[in-house]
T-cell receptor, first 116, second 107 residues
Framework: EPEVTQTPSHQVTQMGQEVILRCVPISNHLYFYWYRQILGQKVEFLVSFYNNEISEKSEIFDDQFSVERPDGSNFTLKIRSTKLEDSAMYFC??????????????FGQGTRLTVV | KNEVEQSPQNLTAQEGEFITINCSYSVGISALHWLQQHPGGGIVSLFMLSSGKKKHGRLIATINIQEKHSSLHITASHPRDSAVYICAVSGTDKLIFGTGTRLQVFP
């Protein structure tokens, strides 16, 4: 069964460092998402991406964050100058159609980011 | 006020019991999703529905669009059903998540 793959599963980084979280969405999917879940809290939307550009982003997704689909298969989330409050589980998701049309989203296993 | 509310927040049950988790939402939606999150953190989609009822094995999901309410039922619960169950809604591209219901089923 096709799946969304995220790497690494766990990353520890020093405050102020840059991190890149990687995702390989399901191959025929067109819509890509990043969500995050701070420990003990609900999952929050960060950004959606379609046709090589951001289609929607949340207030959380400020200039510190960027996304890229560099080679047609990978989908990356870059966090510049990490802060302690960036520590969270980051989930990548993909869907065949837009969520607004009621498309099922498939999630990766997550990357647990710890900023020390 | 949260756009998606779930109840209860925590639920314990004995193996074999019938479980119900409720979800209410306050925004217009195109679909409602029930998701399962295991202790390792991964999220798995259980159901996506926009009307009526869906069944998969021992799991049943219902939605009432007029009342903006959905329920997830687990029949004959089993310890392996222990997980966090999350309700999420989609209106625009993104999903809006509820806070989840932590279910523990004891043998």
């Amino acid at each position: 069964e096709p799946e969304v793959t995220q790497t690494p599963s766990h990353q520890v980084t020093q405050m102020g460092q840059e991190v890149i979280l990687r995702c390989v969405p399901i191959s025929n999917h067109l819509y890509f998402y990043w969500y995050r879940q701070i420990l003990g809290q609900k999952v929050e939307f960060l950004v959606s991406f379609y046709n090589n550009e951001i289609s929607e982003k949340s207030e959380i997704f400020d200039d510190q964050f960027s996304v890229e689909r560099p080679d047609g298969s990978n989908f990356t989330l870059k966090i510049r100058s990490t802060k302690l409050e960036d520590s969270a589980m980051y989930f990548c998701a993909s869907s065949a159609n837009a969520g607004g049309r009621g498309a099922e989203a498939f999630f990766g296993q997550g990357t647990r980011l710890t900023v020390v | 006020k949260n756009e998606v509310e779930q109840s209860p927040q925590n639920l314990t049950a004995q193996e074999g019991e019938f479980i119900t988790i409720n979800c209410s939402y306050s925004v217009g939606i195109s679909a409602l999703h029930w998701l399962q999150q295991h202790p390792g953190g991964g999220i798995v989609s259980l159901f996506m529905l926009s009307s009526g009822k869906k069944k998969h094995g021992r799991l049943i999901a219902t939605i009432n669009i007029q009342e903006k309410h959905s329920s997830l039922h687990i029949t004959a619960s089993h310890p392996r059903d222990s997980a966090v169950y999350i309700c999420a809604v989609s209106g625009t591209d993104k999903l809006i998540f509820g806070t989840g219901t932590r279910l523990q089923v004891f043998p």
